[in-house]
């Protein structure tokens, strides 16, 4: 729901503070979302142990996901807007299902957590701080490495093509970046003289 009504806001202010420090807020703030599920276990209540995680953890994925889908297919021609899209949901698929393989032998998860709830709860307060440890590795990369994009100088007498939308929705599609490419205005006529002298006279033009 988080994203559904916030991803828009997301998208926007990312294309206006640039890439950077969305990419990096959004993991911290999943990672603190993470943490925070370590309070749910037997006993616990959802409006004072649950709901709190899954809010920070819905807002570290506003800031994070629209930017970072808009960054990615920013960074290539309109062309080729479809090829990134592909490749990005492809590693998003495949990451989740790597981390879906992994984390549970991580975590020291075996069949017979299945069969207790003791255990099963064990095992997940220590798979938390892993998802987190991650996502606070994801953000230091981001911080280090995600830089603005130079925007290169046009002549100020020629206007640049602008962006097809101005923001990412999560219902909508991201922004495509056509470039700068210059907006050609059409040619216009010049009407033809009304007076003068003219090769047949005076005031007279064929």
């Known amino acids: 729901m988080l994203m559904l009504l916030l991803s828009a806001r997301s998208g926007e202010l990312g294309q206006r ?5 969305p990419l990096t807020v959004g993991p911290v703030l999943c990672a603190a979302g993470m943490l925070l599920m370590i309070r749910v276990g037997p006993g616990a209540s959802y409006v004072a142990d649950v709901l709190p995680a899954l809010v920070v953890l819905g807002m ?5 996901v ?4 808009s ?3 920013a960074s290539v021609d309109v062309d080729r807007a479809g090829l990134a899209s592909g490749i990005n949901n492809a590693a998003a698929r495949a990451a989740g299902l790597i981390a879906v393989a992994a984390l549970p032998l ?4 075996g069949p017979e957590a299945y069969r207790s709830a003791d255990q099963f709860a064990a095992t997940f307060r220590r798979a938390m701080p892993l998802c987190a440890a991650v996502l606070l590795v994801g953000a230091l990369i981001a911080w280090l490495t995600v830089r603005p994009a130079p925007r290169p100088a046009t002549p ?3 206007e640049p093509c602008h962006p097809e939308c101005t923001y990412h929705c999560g219902v909508a599609s991201p922004p495509l970046d056509p470039g700068d490419t210059p907006h050609q205005p059409p040619p216009t006529s010049t009407p033809p003289p009304t ?3 003219g090769p047949e006279g005076p005031g007279v033009w064929t």
């Open 156 to 158: 100020p007498t020629k």
């Open 106 to 109: 991580l975590a020291g998860m």
């Open 17 to 21: 503070i640039g890439p950077r420090i």
């Open 60 to 64: 570290g994925m506003v800031t994070l």
């Open 195 to 197: 007076g003068g002298d």
């Open 66 to 69: 629209a930017p970072l889908t």
């Open 71 to 73: 960054t990615v297919l």
